[in-house]
């Protein structure tokens, strides 16, 4: 199984990127994807998951809920996380996840089982 995110970069607060994170090795529909991030001496933080059967998202808090969407091509085997509105404590390495073992809401690190390499986000204010 890999998964590999990219899409990361440095923008100015307010403006916009788009993560993606590409999956193979097998099948994910029974899997949920995850996007979590981790700022310098902080811990790995949930952001944003998607249902790989359903497109069904759910995500860290309103503040997020109303700034990022998450979404997944099928036929690309590739989850998204569009950010807008972005802000300087946004600034983070963001990792995506697969996970099939875990428990509704699905935002604990420990239930995704593979992960990517990360991409860096860096928000100037």
């Known amino acids: 199984v890999q998964l590999q995110a990219s899409g990361g970069g440095l923008v100015q607060a307010g403006g916009s990127l788009r993560l993606s994170c590409a999956a193979s090795g097998r099948t994910f529909s029974s899997y949920v994807m995850g996007w979590f991030r981790q700022a310098p001496g902080k811990e790995r933080e949930f952001v944003a998951r998607i249902r790989w059967s359903s497109g069904m998202p759910y995500y860290a808090d309103d503040s997020v809920k109303d700034r990022f969407t998450i979404s997944r091509n099928n036929a690309k085997n590739t989850v998204y996380l569009q950010m807008n509105s972005l802000k300087p404590e946004d600034t983070a390495v963001y990792y995506c996840?697969?996970?099939?073992?875990?428990?509704?809401?699905?935002?604990?690190?420990?239930?995704?089982?593979?992960w990517g390499q990360g991409t860096q986000v860096t928000v100037s204010s």
């Open positions: 996840g697969a996970g099939s073992r875990g428990t509704y809401p699905y935002t604990k690190y420990s239930e995704y089982e593979h």
